[in-house]
């Protein structure tokens, strides 16, 4: 069995910084793309950012500039770096990844961390 665990969710103030990590385990083969979405209240989840195997990234125009994503392939975790938070950046995150498990390549999403910013 796969699972996604995030991390590092909390209340910071606006301006600052948190770190969320998300790490896969089970008996994985290998994981492809990694990716953050998140989810605010009463909006639809979206794309926050993503990253390849060989580290190519893709950011949201709203966090370009203050979001990094990066991954431990060794680790099987993906980590998403946030600066300059902004009250707006309040939503629950979801880490996703496309994982090879059992010889099929299935996608996974985790359970979410909350983040919230306070202005």
């Known amino acids: 069995q796969v699972q996604l665990v995030e991390s590092g969710g909390g209340l910071v103030q606006a301006g600052g910084s948190l770190r969320l990590s998300c790490a896969a385990s089970g008996s994985i083969s290998g994981i492809n793309a990694m990716a953050w979405y998140r989810q605010a209240p009463g909006t639809e989840r979206g794309l926050v950012a993503m990253i390849t195997r060989g580290g190519g990234t893709n950011y949201a125009d709203s966090v370009k500039g203050r979001f990094t994503i990066s991954r431990d392939n060794a680790k099987n975790t993906v980590y998403l770096q946030m600066n300059i938070l902004k009250p707006e950046d309040t939503a629950v995150y979801y880490c996703?990844?496309?994982?090879?498990?059992?010889?099929?390549?299935?996608?996974?999403w985790g359970k979410g961390t909350l983040v919230t910013v306070s202005s």
């Open positions: 996703n990844a496309d994982i090879w498990y059992s010889q099929r390549l299935t996608n996974y």
